[in-house]
């Protein structure tokens, strides 16, 4: 499998060699970007990132625990105060939000780091630092007998440079 | 509010030159700005140390005035924290897009004020060490805390609040500290490909990246007007004249985040003079900010107004006399230093040129950082000094002691901040160049 990078200067150029090199049945694309563009991630298709789930179990568990721990605290140590239940729902609702959102917040970045970090830390052969600059990067994954397909694509969506990384 | 509608004038390249300029090695004067910070930092904890060998007779705390300066620098400090998380999670949620500019700086300021903040009650607490009876942890007392009572809730706010304020301060530097890592030659580069995490700006990562700060700025929304109500509510739920009262967490979290964009502003003029930052931290942003401390100033103002009202409107002797006490007691200075600072000092910002002044706006927000510490002084102050019973009416001075912490604080603050400006890009480079592609983009360039 070899790999083709494109180099170009703009976004909206980038979106365009996105659409070309999918038309032209190129699956394996991965784009390096100074920032995030709506566009690029419109154009690749990938869905909605499995953060949000986490997100999601974070905050869940966060509430849980939140109310579990204070009914099971109220309950462990009984104290009479006016003939009044031992757990009080409406005050253990402030404890409840704040650990709703506490682990919310560090499922989110866990799920971040495994995601985004550890999950893509290989195969960045193709990354060079201008990536963080002022450069798009669009590398396209291929066989030997397609890789003059995707330069020649590459250089048609307005690549300022087009060379093969690896192959 | 004031649309941004230049594209900033460089290339995104320019964009990173300029803001990572501001990480090249110190100048004498930065040197010494540090140097003065830390040595008043250290005479601050020599303070702190003596007040903790010698318990809490050095301070002015006595009966029936229990709370003094440090509650007041806590809450202070606590509503400096909530600017950053305005500007980053509120304002990005309504797609301000003038944030991006002065995010990075105010995220700063949240973490440190918070760090800050969370230091105070234990300082109030005179036996420091021994913090962590308010934590839940199983012991062989079989004791838990009351989850009832708002100094609980307190500990679980601020430090959810810490805890996720640096979460989403650091996850909006990471890719910041791959283009430093990128361009940076000297031994710091180690330091950003740390931090960097193997952050390579691919499409997989943005995609994660992204979602991240959308449901870190859906969680910090709600978290940042909760925490600032349960401060509220350390006052609020007692029954001390002036504090019981409901109008107590609306009022706060105005006032927090009013305090707060003063501070930013207070902080990052002389960081945008000194730093050569005029094409990134422009006129219209004051003027955006401006007509924020205008809208908070007039809900600040108007329950200043509304708490005299219901005093009258109640009938309520003790609650009318500790609001006479206020205006015309003792502390009658600090109730018109708080009112001249908070009310009557934002009113020129009603003119665009005042709000567009930089100077204007400086002097205005240091105003507003001295009218905000005075009224968390008054609260506390006038209530607890004049209860119900005359017999058990009091006086209350703040101690040497006391008054060099509150300054230790201040330079704790600058010191962690001019530390931040070397370390970090203090305006979010990625966001800057997201603006300046957007910007781009509409007027039609390809």
């Known amino acids: 499998m070899a790999k083709v990078l494109g180099i170009l200067k703009s976004p909206e150029d980038t979106v365009s060699a996105i659409h070309s090199l999918k038309g032209a049945g190129f699956a394996e694309l991965e784009v390096y970007s100074p920032v995030p563009y709506h566009g690029i991630e419109e154009a690749l298709d990938r869905g909605p990132s499995p953060v949000r789930l986490f997100t999601l179990i974070g905050c869940l568990t966060g509430v849980t625990f939140g109310y579990f721990m204070q009914i099971w605290v109220a309950y462990d140590w009984p104290l009479v105060i006016g003939g009044k239940p031992f757990a009080s729902i409406p005050a253990y609702t402030i404890i409840g939000f704040e650990l709703n959102i506490l682990l919310g917040g560090l499922f989110t970045v866990l799920s971040l780091m495994f995601f985004g970090m550890w999950k893509s830390r290989k195969g960045h052969d193709a990354y060079q630092p201008g990536f963080s600059g002022d450069l798009f990067g669009c590398v396209v994954s291929c066989h030997g007998d397609q890789i003059a397909r995707a330069q020649d694509l590459l250089k048609r969506s307005g690549c300022t440079e087009v060379r093969v990384v690896e192959s | 509010m004031a ?319 500790s609001f006479w006490f206020r205006g015309f007691g003792y502390h009658w200075t600090s109730s018109w230093i708080m009112i001249g600072c908070n009310v009557l000092s934002p009113l020129p910002l009603w003119f665009r040129w005042c709000r567009t002044n930089v100077a204007w706006m400086w002097v205005t927000s240091i105003f507003i950082n001295i009218g905000m510490w005075f009224e968390r002084y008054v609260i506390i102050m006038t209530g607890l000094s004049h209860e119900y019973d005359p017999a058990a009416w009091g006086y209350y001075v703040p101690s040497v002691v006391e008054l060099t912490v509150l300054v230790a604080s201040f330079a704790l603050f600058l010191t962690m901040f001019l530390v931040f400006l070397r370390l970090a890009p203090v305006i979010a480079l990625q966001e800057v160049k997201e603006l300046w592609y957007e910007s781009r983009s509409h007027k039609g360039h390809h």
């Not at chain 2, 304002?91 to 760090?115: C, D, P, S, Y």
């Not at chain 2, 060490?129 to 706010?157: C, E, H």
């Not at chain 2, 361009?183 to 580069?189: A, L, N």
């Not at chain 2, 109008?247 to 000194?274: D, E, H, N, Q």
């Open chain 2, 3 to 321: 649309a941004i509608t230049e594209p900033i004038p460089q290339s995104p390249d320019q964009i990173n030159e300029d803001i990572l300029r501001v990480l090249e090695p110190p100048t004498p004067l930065y040197v010494l700005g540090v140097l003065f910070c830390a040595t008043v930092v250290g005479i601050g904890l020599v303070a702190f140390l003596y007040q903790t060998y010698w318990g809490m007779g050095p301070t002015g705390l006595t009966h029936p005035v229990m709370w003094g300066v440090y509650i007041t620098t806590f809450v202070f400090w606590v509503g400096i924290a909530h600017a950053g998380t305005l500007i980053s999670a509120i304002l990005f949620l309504f797609r301000a897009k003038w944030r991006n500019a002065v995010n990075r700086g105010a995220e700063a300021m949240t973490v440190f004020a918070v760090l800050i903040a969370a230091m105070f009650p234990l300082i109030h607490i005179g036996r420091v060490y021994k913090f962590y009876f308010m934590v839940p942890y199983p012991n062989q007392r079989g004791l838990w805390p009351n989850f009832k009572s708002p100094l609980v809730w307190d500990l679980f706010a601020i430090n959810t609040y810490m805890i996720t304020s640096i979460m989403f301060f650091f996850v909006g530097l990471v890719p910041d500290f791959a283009a430093a890592r990128d361009r940076v030659r000297d031994w710091r580069r180690h330091l950003y490909r740390v931090l960097a995490l193997g952050w390579r700006g691919s499409s997989e990562q943005w995609r994660h990246w992204s979602r991240t700060v959308l449901h870190l700025s859906g969680l910090s929304t709600p978290l940042v007007l909760s925490v600032h109500s349960v401060v509220s509510w350390d006052f609020a739920t007692s029954l001390v004249p002036g504090w019981h009262t409901t109008i107590f967490a609306p009022y706060f979290v105005a006032g927090a985040i009013f305090s707060g964009i003063a501070m930013v502003i207070t902080v990052l003029v002389p960081v945008r003079k000194a730093f050569g930052l005029e094409a990134y931290l422009r006129k219209e942003h004051f003027d955006n900010m401006g007509k924020l401390i205008l809208l908070t100033s007039s809900i600040v103002g108007y329950s200043y107004g509304m708490e005299y009202f219901m005093a009258w409107y109640s009938a309520n002797p003790y609650e009318q006399m």
